[in-house]
């Protein structure tokens, strides 16, 4: 995010690559559009820790 004076100024973050874009539902798009911006477009990269985290949150057994 940048700055225009007192005014934020967001760069929405855009697909490189075609995909199946529009096999994913409204819902789907829109977190991900969110989590692009949240991110500021970065990619980070995969780590056994990143995935085992989310599934300590989720796992309710």
Do not use: C
């Amino acid at each position: 995010m940048s700055w225009e004076g007192d005014t934020p100024i967001f760069t929405l973050p855009t697909a490189t690559k075609a995909g199946p874009w529009d096999q994913l539902t409204t819902n789907e798009k829109t977190w991900i559009e969110f989590i692009r911006v949240i991110s500021n477009g970065s990619n980070p990269a995969v780590t056994s820790a990143r995935v085992r985290a989310p599934l300590l949150l989720l796992d309710t057994t």
